[in-house]
T-cell receptor, first 108, second 113 residues
Framework: TQLLEQSPQFLSIQEGENLTVYCNSSSVFSSLQWYRQEPGEGPVLLVTVVTGGEVKKLKRLTFQFGDARKDSSLHITAAQPGDTGLYLCAGASYKLSFGAGTTVTVRA | NAGVTQTPKFQVLKTGQSMTLQCAQDMNHNSMYWYRQDPGMGLRLIYYSASEGTTDKGEVPNGYNVSRLNKREFSLRLESAAPSQTSVYFC????????????FGPGTRLTVT
């Protein structure tokens, strides 16, 4: 059983559409991170959110940490083919626990 | 500045064979980690080393051993490979101060037949 549940597992959209990926848990985390992983490579850190209710923006990506620090979302506006990849959330308590990931495919 | 490097990139073993996966980081990080990644299961921690000279078990340590050779290098050894160990293995490092951000290597794809 995953400590962090990500949904959906797969997402395929057309270029220019918006998408949201969710990361939920019953546990409280001191911080939550989002990583993106491309085929054949290791995960790369996108952002860390620390404060409950925090919203961070990274160009077309918006990350939100839930008020109770148990959940998070990643929203991509006007998705581009370069956004294609596996998106992983990871919660930090005394260690880092990863969700299973959401595979995002953006079709040109 | 290469970050985290791993060798080899690909490996095929027969059941019962042994091998060592190598990992090195040049960021002067204190903590290093070994994960395995399997479809639908995310990244699972095998072993970690919080600092030079220490190692601890993660979620799935059975069948593996590790050595923190020095601050830069952390190796993972499979003593008697089994098909269940077919996976992609990632090494990661963290500074050990501040947040939990980890930096990953490119991975080793291991197949055990």
């Amino acid at each position: 059983t995953q400590l962090l549940e990500q949904s959906p597992q797969f997402l395929s959209i057309q270029e220019g559409e918006n998408l949201t990926v969710y990361c939920n848990s019953s546990s409280v985390f001191s911080s939550l991170q989002w990583y993106r992983q491309e085929p054949g490579e290791g995960p790369v850190l996108l952002v860390t959110v620390v404060t409950g209710g925090e919203v961070k923006k990274l160009k077309r990506l918006t990350f939100q940490f839930g008020d109770a620090r148990k959940d998070s979302s990643l929203h991509i506006t006007a998705a581009q083919p370069g956004d294609t990849g596996l998106y992983l959330c990871a919660g930090a308590s005394y260690k880092l626990s990863f969700g299973a990931g959401t595979t995002v495919t953006v079709r040109a | 500045n290469a970050g985290v490097t791993q060798t080899p990139k690909f490996q095929v073993l027969k059941t019962g064979q042994s091998m060592t996966l190598q990992c090195a980081q040049d960021m002067n990080h204190n903590s290093m980690y070994w994960y395995r990644q399997d479809p639908g299961m995310g990244l699972r921690l095998i072993y970690y080393s919080a600092s030079e000279g220490t190692t601890d078990k993660g979620e799935v340590p059975n069948g593996y051993n590790v050595s923190r050779l020095n601050k830069r290098e952390f190796s993972l050894r499979l003593e008697s490979a089994a098909p269940s160990q077919t996976s992609v293995y990632f090494c990661a490092s963290r500074s050990g101060t501040g947040g939990y951000e980890q930096y990953f290597g490119p991975g080793t794809r291991l197949t055990v037949t």
